[in-house]
């Protein structure tokens, strides 16, 4: 066993941590869980104002603060799993997803890019493919002179606690969790962790992304994080970490709950 932040043991290999937008998905969403895990081990971490505990079996984190902040902050302070890993209360997961993906991973440095497909518009590009993991498929990526070519973006992945906490996890600047992640799985890359894709689809999103409940994630993608997200990535990155105490001076409540 290894010891998290706080130096508690390990007790479950995996923490699953789901920043709640729509409870009434979580009961769906933690049943196909329990299948995907497999054999494995785990604990499911939910993040937000709605006290899920009551719908499922989970630790319960009250917070009113964005997604990204919610993920971060749950792993860093509840957290037990060996492997870290969030998840939207809207998916579906297929069974042995997680666990296929796992067994990879075991015995390397590495972290797992996690496949998945989701609702999106017509002609959208799609998470079946291996080469939608690849930062020079993604234009809004590709113009960035310091997103090399090679990177691998990971919206959904699936780390070693210990080395999430070594690169100061999440940066709590983002408020929306995608670009948040990309930049964790560069970082890590730059680390030289390697990016190990799942060989299968492993979750599917349902989120409608013309929803009117989407657009404060839109707005936050938009308006707060890819402005910072271009400013970091205007030059080549070098090898960071940034402080594992980075939320505290963004834990404050996120727009939808306003």
């Known amino acids: 066993m290894t010891q998290n932040?706080?130096?508690?043991?390990?007790?479950?290999?995996?923490?699953?941590?789901?920043?709640s937008i729509r409870p009434e998905k979580i009961k769906r969403m933690a049943d196909s869980l329990k299948e995907a895990v497999g054999e494995y081990s785990y604990e499911l971490i939910v993040a937000g104002p709605y006290d899920a505990s009551k719908?499922?079996?989970?630790?319960?984190?009250?917070?009113?603060?964005?997604?990204?902040?919610c993920v971060h902050k749950a792993i860093v302070e509840k957290a037990n799993g060996k492997y870290v890993k969030w998840s939207t209360d809207d998916a579906v997961y297929y069974p042995d997803g997680i666990s296929n993906l796992l067994n990879k991973m075991r015995g390397k440095?590495?972290?797992?890019?996690?496949?998945?497909?989701?609702?999106?518009?017509?002609?959208?590009?799609?998470?079946?493919?291996?080469?939608?993991?690849?930062?020079?498929?993604?234009?809004?990526?590709?113009?960035?002179?310091?997103?090399?070519?090679?990177?691998?973006?990971?919206?959904?992945?699936?780390?070693?606690?210990?080395?999430?906490?070594?690169?100061?996890?999440?940066?709590?600047r983002y408020e929306h969790i995608n670009l948040s992640t990309?930049?964790?799985?560069?970082?890590?890359?730059?680390?030289?962790?390697?990016?190990?894709?799942?060989?299968?689809?492993?979750?599917?999103?349902?989120?409608?992304?013309?929803?009117?409940?989407?657009?404060?994630?839109?707005?936050?993608?938009?308006?707060?994080?890819?402005?910072?997200?271009?400013d970091k990535y205007k030059e080549v990155l070098n090898k960071i970490h940034i402080s594992l105490a980075n939320y505290l001076g963004y834990d404050k409540p996120w727009r939808r709950f306003r």
Not at 5 to 19: K, Q, Y
Not at 55 to 69: F, G, H, Q, R, T
Not at 225 to 230: E, L, M, S, T, V
Request: charge should be negative; include cysteine; proline fraction near 6%.
């Open 55 to 69: 719908i499922v079996d989970c630790m319960w984190l009250e917070s009113l603060a964005s997604p990204n902040l």
């Open 182 to 230: 990309h930049d964790l799985a560069f970082r890590m890359q730059e680390y030289g962790e390697e990016a190990i894709i799942s060989d299968e689809v492993v979750m599917h999103c349902d989120s409608d992304g013309q929803a009117v409940d989407h657009r404060p994630l839109d707005i936050a993608h938009f308006n707060n994080d890819y402005p910072i997200f271009a």
């Open 5 to 19: 932040l706080f130096g508690r043991e390990d007790l479950v290999d995996l923490t699953v941590v789901v920043p």
């Open 109 to 172: 440095d590495c972290f797992g890019v996690v496949k998945y497909t989701e609702e999106g518009p017509p002609g959208y590009p799609s998470g079946r493919d291996d080469i939608y993991y690849t930062a020079v498929t993604h234009a809004d990526l590709r113009r960035l002179p310091g997103v090399k070519s090679h990177y691998k973006i990971a919206p959904v992945a699936i780390y070693h606690k210990t080395e999430f906490i070594a690169l100061g996890g999440l940066d709590c």
